[in-house]
C-alpha cells in the first residue's frame, strides 16, 4: 500500500502552469487594452470630420506658400530618376523611334504609324507632366506603357530583333555624321562668303564719295596741298598705320584713336589703301574733322618701289596657281574653307612688314588692323621701353594652340632647327613697332627669305601671321594684355571686365560688327564711333 508523501514533498507544477497562464492572460488584457485606446483615437483623429487644422496667422500662410513652391516637380531630374514614369516613358519612347526607322525601311507603314502615334501621346503626356511641374502618375502612365510594349513586342515579332536594330541604329549615325560634317563645311563656305562680301549700305557710301572725289575739285586741290605737310615726319608726334579699302572700319579706328586721346592734335594716320577706295578715302578724311589731328592716305599704286625685283610676295601674289587655290579651290572640299579667303592675297595685308619703306623718316609707329576699336589713349605705347626689340605685341600662348608649332610645319628641317616649337605667339592688329630697331635687324629682308622657302607652301598655308612669327621671332617683346584684347569677331563668351579694361579691342574673325551678322553683344562698342550724323551716313545706312 502506497504512502502519501508528505506536503514538503509534493510537485508544484500544477500550481506553478496555473500562475504563468493568469500572468499571460493579465498581459494580453493589459495589451489589448492599450492597443484599443491608441487605435479607438487614432481614428477619431482620421475620421473626425469636424476637427479644424490650427489657425494660421498671415506669416504662416505665407511661410506655408513659400515651402509648397520649394516642392515643386525639377522636371529634369523626374527623367533621370530611374524609379520615375517619366524614365520608363521616355526610354520606351527611344526605343520606339529606333522601330519606326526600321519598320519604315521594311515597309511595314502601317507599324510606324502606329508607333509614331504612340510617340506623339508620351510626347504630349511628358509635356503636360513639365508643364504642370507634377510627376506623371501611375493611371496616366500605365495605358502608355502597356501599349507602346504590345507595340515593340510586335516589332520585335517582325524579325527587327536587337542585331538588326544595332546595325540598323550604327548605319544611321554614320549617315547623319557625314550630312553634319557636310552641313558644317556648307555653313562655314556660306559664313567665310559672307564674311567677305561688302555690305551694300558701304557700296552706296563709297559710291556718293567717290562722286564727290570726282567733282569736286577742291577736294582734291586740298589733297595736294596736305601732302607735304610736316606734320607726316615729325617724330614729336604720335603716329599709327592702317592698311586698309574698308573707308567706315577705317573711319571708326581713327575716331575712336583720337576721341579717347588726351591731345589728339598730336596724332598723325597714315592710310594705304587701293585705287578703287582712295578718291572714297580722300573725300572722307578730308571733308570731316577729326579733333585736329593730320590724316594720310596714300594708294599701292603709290609705292613705286614695291615691284616685282624688290618683293618676292608681290610675284607670288599674281601666280596662276595662286589664285586658283583661293578662287577655282572653293570646289575643292579637302581645303579648308578658312584658307581660301582672297585677303590673304590682297598686298594690303602684306604692307605691314614694309612699314620702314613707306615711311623712311619715321621712328616708331602703332601699326593698327582696321577691324580694331580703340578704348584708352594709346600715345604711352610710344614711351614704352622694348628693349631693343622691333615688335611690340600681346602675347597669345596662354591656350596651348597658339604656340609656334600650331602655325608652322616643324617637320620642316629649316624650321625644327632654327625655332623653338613652345615659343608664345602673338597677334598682330595692335603693334609697336620700332623703326631704328627694325632697319637695324632688317627685318623685311628676314620676312622676304621665308616667303622664298615657303614658295610651295611647305613651310605654313596661309596669312601673315605665320612668316611675322618667323621674321620677328626673337624680335618681340611681350606687351601688358589689356592693350590689346582679341576675338569679338567669334568668341560670345568673353568677360565684360576685360573688354572694359582694354585699351584696344579686336573684332578678329569672321562675324564683323559692320556686318549684319556681327555678335549683337559687341556691336554697340564699334557703332558709337560711327559718325550718325553725316548725311551719307543716314542716307545709305538709316534710310
Known amino acids: 500500500m502506497m504512502r502519501r508523501r508528505a506536503a514538503d514533498f509534493r510537485r508544484p507544477v500544477r500550481r506553478n502552469l496555473s500562475c504563468w497562464i493568469s500572468s499571460l492572460l493579465g498581459l494580453f488584457c493589459v495589451a489589448g ?256 574733322d577729326f579733333k585736329g589731328s593730320a590724316v594720310e592716305v596714300l594708294k599701292i599704286e603709290d609705292l613705286t618701289w614695291l615691284n616685282y625685283t624688290y618683293s618676292p610676295i608681290l610675284k607670288r601674289l599674281t601666280e596662276a596657281d595662286v589664285w586658283e587655290y583661293y578662287f577655282k579651290g572653293q570646289l575643292d572640299d579637302s581645303i579648308e574653307p578658312k584658307m581660301r579667303n582672297p585677303k590673304y592675297i590682297s598686298l594690303l595685308n602684306h604692307l605691314r612688314f614694309y612699314i620702314p619703306q613707306i615711311y623712311p623718316q619715321l621712328e616708331k609707329v602703332v601699326f593698327l588692323d582696321d577691324d580694331v576699336v580703340v578704348q584708352k589713349d594709346l600715345t604711352p605705347l610710344f614711351s614704352l621701353d622694348l628693349h631693343g626689340n622691333v615688335n611690340g605685341a600681346v602675347e597669345t600662348c596662354l591656350e596651348a594652340f597658339h604656340r609656334y608649332y600650331k602655325y608652322l610645319n616643324f617637320s620642316n628641317p629649316l624650321i625644327s632647327s632654327k625655332i623653338d616649337p613652345q615659343a608664345c605667339g602673338w597677334a598682330f592688329g595692335m603693334n609697336v613697332f620700332d623703326l631704328i630697331a627694325w632697319r637695324k635687324a632688317d627685318v623685311t629682308a628676314r620676312y622676304h627669305y621665308w616667303q622664298e622657302q615657303n614658295a610651295d607652301n611647305s613651310i605654313w598655308k596661309l596669312g601673315t601671321l605665320p612668316v611675322g612669327l618667323l621674321a620677328f621671332y626673337g624680335l618681340t617683346e611681350p606687351l601688358d594684355r589689356r592693350w590689346h584684347v582679341l576675338g569679338l569677331g567669334y568668341d560670345l563668351n568673353i568677360d565684360n571686365r576685360m573688354i572694359e579694361s582694354a585699351a584696344v579691342i579686336h573684332y578678329n574673325g569672321n562675324m564683323k560688327p559692320w556686318q549684319k551678322f556681327g555678335i549683337s553683344r559687341y556691336r554697340p562698342l564699334w557703332e558709337r564711333y560711327v559718325n550718325q550724323t553725316h548725311q551719307y551716313i543716314q542716307d545709305c545706312f538709316i534710310s
Open 33 to 288: 487594452f492599450i492597443l484599443f485606446t491608441v487605435q479607438h483615437f487614432h481614428g477619431n483623429d482620421i475620421k473626425d470630420p469636424i476637427r479644424q487644422p490650427p489657425t494660421l496667422d498671415k506669416t504662416d500662410k505665407i511661410t506655408r506658400h513659400v515651402e509648397v513652391n520649394h516642392e515643386r516637380l525639377n522636371f529634369t531630374e523626374e527623367i533621370q530618376n530611374a524609379h520615375s514614369y517619366a524614365r520608363q516613358l521616355s526610354e520606351q519612347m527611344t526605343l520606339a523611334k529606333a522601330y519606326v526607322i526600321i519598320a519604315k525601311e521594311h515597309n511595314n507603314l502601317h507599324l510606324a504609324w502606329e508607333l509614331t502615334s504612340k510617340i506623339r501621346s508620351c510626347q504630349f503626356l511628358l509635356s503636360k507632366a513639365a508643364m504642370r511641374e507634377d510627376p506623371i502618375t501611375l493611371d496616366e502612365a500605365k495605358p502608355l506603357i502597356k501599349s507602346l510594349s504590345s507595340l515593340i513586342f510586335k516589332a520585335q515579332d517582325a524579325h527587327y530583333d536587337i542585331a538588326t536594330t544595332i546595325m540598323t541604329m550604327k548605319s544611321h549615325i554614320q549617315a547623319l555624321e557625314e550630312r553634319t560634317n557636310a552641313a558644317t563645311v556648307q555653313s562655314t563656305v556660306f559664313g567665310q562668303l559672307a564674311a567677305e562680301a561688302l555690305p551694300k549700305n558701304l557700296h552706296c557710301l563709297n559710291i556718293m564719295l567717290m562722286a564727290d572725289w570726282l567733282n569736286k575739285k577742291s577736294l582734291q586741290d586740298l589733297a595736294n596741298e596736305k601732302e607735304n605737310s610736316l606734320r607726316l615726319v615729325d617724330n614729336n608726334l604720335y603716329h599709327f598705320a592702317i592698311f586698309s579699302d574698308n573707308l567706315l572700319a577705317v573711319s571708326v579706328v581713327v575716331n575712336s584713336t583720337v576721341s579717347n586721346a588726351d591731345h589728339p592734335k598730336q596724332l598723325v594716320f597714315h592710310i594705304v589703301t587701293n585705287k578703287v577706295a582712295y578718291g572714297p578715302m580722300q573725300a572722307w578724311f578730308l571733308g570731316n
